[in-house]
């Protein structure tokens, strides 16, 4: 008796072709020509300024600029690249980063009680590719020693005056790129208003740079550079010069426009029908309604069947 011959497992699967490979292990970047076409490009990782998790950052040698790049990413998105799909449709985005907020957590923490050569402090690895990067600690720290030996001391008065600074430099970005800043300014990104931002308060702008800013600061700074503006608990939204509390004062104006109109109304021959603010009667039922309302007063409902003895 013959045997049918067994085909080997996996036979027939085909290995992935080095095309779909390359395609799942790379990921996509948004970033200028000049940026992809510069020779000196390159891509390192360091810990993140506010919870120390690793971060990539784009280093531009040419230009002596530091790009932060940043993840964009939602459920159910891939990418088709050629004939092949990418099931990771997320995307990363580059945006350029002052490098001193790179290093103020660990100038902090190291240099707040002695001054720390920079080569010493900056010598792990990462770090050390960014200090060219920074022309100086002045704005944020004290030079101690001679001035070959660059070591620094953290001065936490000098940084935040220069935390502050960039909050209202930014701010006024922010006001001359007409960026909306009050409420509702998630969904005013993607829908075109007419509002002006000359007409609003400059605290709103302000204090939107100050997020911003804060994003790369750690919770005690945060915090620290938020009290020097003392910001209102409840910022009150300027729009066209009024108040919202002036706004809601004109309803009793409505009121008495809307009795006025009535009084027109009136005056002019139209009488409005009271009927339609009396309240309806309920309809009499009919014979048969009666006769079939007393049939089922005796009748159990379902559920009552289900019920336990």
Not at 201 to 210: G, I, M, S
Request: some cysteine.
């Amino acid at each position: 008796m013959t045997t049918r011959t067994k085909k080997k497992s996996g036979a027939n699967v085909t290995p992935p072709s080095p095309l779909k490979k390359r395609v799942e292990n790379s990921w996509i970047l948004l970033a200028k020509d000049s940026l992809l076409e510069n020779s000196s490009f390159s891509i390192i990782s360091l810990p993140h300024p506010v919870h120390g998790k690793p971060a990539k950052y784009c280093l531009d040698d040419e230009h002596n600029k530091i790009y932060e790049i940043i993840t964009f990413d939602e459920p159910h998105r891939s990418w088709f690249i050629g004939e092949t799909v990418k099931s990771d449709g997320s995307i990363q985005m580059v945006t350029p980063v002052n490098p001193l907020f790179l290093v103020l957590p660990r100038l902090k923490e190291q240099c707040s009680s002695r001054a720390i050569p920079l080569e010493d402090l900056l010598s792990e690895k990462g770090y050390d590719k960014i200090l060219d990067f920074i022309p100086s600690f002045d704005s944020v720290a004290d030079l101690k020693g001679p001035a070959d030996m660059k070591a620094y001391k953290y001065n936490e008065e000098k940084t935040m005056t220069w935390l502050e600074d960039r909050v209202r430099r930014l701010s006024k970005v922010l006001r001359q790129k007409n960026i909306h800043v009050t409420s509702g300014a998630t969904s005013a990104t993607f829908v075109t208003s007419n509002i002006s931002n000359d007409n609003i308060d400059e605290e709103f702008f302000l204090k939107y740079a100050c997020g911003m800013v804060s994003e790369y600061l750690q919770e005690d700074m945060a915090e620290t550079l938020e009290k020097r503006f003392n910001f209102k608990p409840d910022l009150i939204e300027t729009i066209g010069n009024k108040r919202k509390s002036e706004v809601e004062n004109k309803e009793p104006s409505k009121r008495i426009k809307s009795e006025a109109t009535d009084l027109d109304s009136k005056e002019n021959g139209f009488v409005p029908n009271s009927s339609f603010n009396e309240v309806k009667k309920e309809k009499a039922l009919t014979a048969k309604e009666k006769a079939r309302q007393k049939a089922a007063s005796g009748t159990k409902t379902i559920s009552a069947f289900f019920k336990k003895k």
